[in-house]
């Protein structure tokens, strides 16, 4: 059996909120392979990689394994590798 897929969901103010106080249990927009954000360990980091601007009062992230049915469209992925280099420094 494949290793599972872990994902890795940005959550802001008003996301991380109806999931705390709403009890939602569903997330959208975009995700990623946690395995690619990693390295990242700063709000700063996570925003700028994410492409958020400005500085939300809350930055947090959930994990999560790929469903079964759902597919993960990496084509956003060199953009993410090449943000996540610049600000960690690392290099491909």
């Known amino acids: 059996m494949p290793e599972p897929v872990v994902l890795q969901k940005l959550?802001?103010?008003s996301v991380a909120a109806a999931i705390v106080e709403a009890g939602s249990d569903?997330?959208?927009y975009y995700v990623t392979l946690a395995s690619e954000?990693?390295?990242?360990?700063?709000?700063?980091q996570l925003?700028?990689?994410?492409?958020v601007d400005g500085a939300p009062e809350f930055a947090g992230?959930?994990?999560f394994e790929q469903p079964r049915l759902a597919t993960v469209d990496t084509s956003r992925l060199a953009n993410l590798r090449a943000c996540r280099n610049q600000l960690t420094g690392a290099t491909e």
């Open 11 to 13: 959550l802001t103010g």
């Open 61 to 63: 992230v959930v994990r």
């Open 26 to 28: 569903h997330v959208g």
């Open 37 to 44: 954000v990693a390295s990242l360990r700063t709000p700063t």
């Open 47 to 51: 925003l700028a990689a994410y492409g």
